[in-house]
């Protein structure tokens, strides 16, 4: 045998890494050590109390969960009539973001839409990758009623590490607590929060149509940046188009978990790693969209560590640089944000330290296993 001085991992995290994602990070939005339920209950420094205690992040360490299986799919968006007649009524008011990627709807309400309306939220979404709902009625229901309409959309992830609101496993919550002027120490070891990632892309079957819902946000900043993996790769050129497609990438969740631990959270699923197609193509659309993430994505399959690293990172900075397919999308209180976690990259963004609570909850469907199809000439 060949004399090896490493063992071979496949699956180790290569030397670009991409930062890692600021709601892991522990110094901005810690785990269960770092939070104030005497705050979040009663306000704290003149902020007042969390509008939605119900959805407070709790870490339920007595439950764990067995290992994610298979589960069939139903693409909800494929075959709809794309005038979007029940999801957009004359009346429903729709203004772009950017020319290619985001939209804002005023005048829909999300929780009344009937099954073919729900068809035509996922295949708009799809195709317009990110939309911001106004005024939406989403937090003010029960979190079961939440729960139940994004369950339509795909059987709903239970996030391996993230807190979720007393008996709501599959609603995961992002939050940094009133009082909370801790960047610094963030900062003092990172230059920026841009973490681009998909999310939870190291399962089988990563998630499709993503429910993201504000409950309390600070005055300014707390934005989230989305970008649009189809003009990613719609801007590459035919010949690097076709040297990507056929490739496949490793995806882990292992550090995500062991950073998890390490900050005295709860893994409550055992730690995966998937591989996926580095393109992949849209069940309801057929359009073709990058699927590599700097969060998740290790290493190309069937390439040495630096080539692997060189083209990762050649594509993370890519979408990173890309701001001409990227959306800034404001939060307001009654949003939702719907995006497709299949041709979109999205990051937080940390830019407020006045001690004001961010509070937001994801529900998650997940959706197929990626698939891609060849390569094709653009039309
Ligand atoms: O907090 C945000 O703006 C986004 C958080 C996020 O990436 C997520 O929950 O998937
Ligand atoms: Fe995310």
């Known amino acids: 045998m060949a004399p090896s001085l490493v063992e071979p991992a496949p699956q180790q995290a290569p030397s670009y890494k991409g930062p890692t994602d600021y709601k892991d990070s522990g110094a901005v939005a810690g785990g269960p050590s770092r939070f104030n339920a005497e705050a979040e209950l009663h306000g704290v420094d003149g902020h007042h109390a969390a509008k939605y205690p119900a ?3 709790t870490w339920d360490f007595q439950k764990n969960f067995p290992p994610l299986e298979d589960f069939e799919y139903v693409e909800r968006g494929a075959g709809v009539d794309e005038r979007y007649p029940v999801l957009l009524p ?91 002027t801790n960047d610094s120490n963030f900062f003092a070891d990172r230059l920026n929060s841009v973490a681009w990632h998909t999310d939870v892309s190291y399962e089988r079957q990563p998630p499709g149509i993503t429910f993201l819902y504000m409950l309390d946000g600070p005055s300014a900043g707390g934005d989230t940046i989305f970008g649009n993996m189809v003009e990613a790769y719609n801007r590459l050129s035919p010949e690097f188009k076709k040297r990507l497609h056929g490739l ?9 978990a062991s950073l998890a631990s390490e900050r ?28 590599v993430n700097p969060q998740f994505t290790r290493r190309i399959v069937g390439f040495k560590k630096e080539e692997s690293d060189m083209l990762l990172k050649f594509l993370f900075d890519h979408v990173a640089l890309g701001q001409d397919f990227q959306a800034r999308m404001k939060w307001a209180p009654g949003t939702v944000v719907v995006w497709d976690n299949r041709v979109t990259t999205h990051t937080a963004i940390v830019d407020w330290n006045n001690g004001e609570r961010r509070h937001i909850a994801r529900i998650t469907p997940q959706a197929e296993r990626p698939y891609e199809t060849p390569f094709e000439e653009a039309k």
């Open 55 to 57: 959805y407070l992040p």
């Open 90 to 180: 004359s009346g429903a008011q729709v203004d772009g973001v950017t020319g290619n990627i985001g939209k804002e709807v005023r005048g829909v309400q999300l929780s009344k839409l009937n099954a073919q309306g729900r068809n035509e939220l996922a295949h708009f979404v799809a195709k317009n990758r990110v939309v911001a709902f106004r005024d939406q009625d989403f937090a003010d229901a029960p979190i079961g009623d939440a729960v139940e309409f994004v369950k339509y959309f795909g059987r709903l992830h239970v996030h391996p590490t993230s807190p979720a609101p007393a008996g709501f496993p599959e609603v995961h919550i992002v939050h940094r607590g009133a009082g909370d």
């Open 248 to 256: 496949q990438a490793v995806h882990s969740g292992l550090e995500q």
């Open 264 to 291: 005295g959270g709860h893994v409550r699923r055992e730690a995966v790693t998937s591989t996926h197609p580095v393109v992949r193509t849209h069940p309801a659309t057929g359009e073709k969209a990058l699927y």
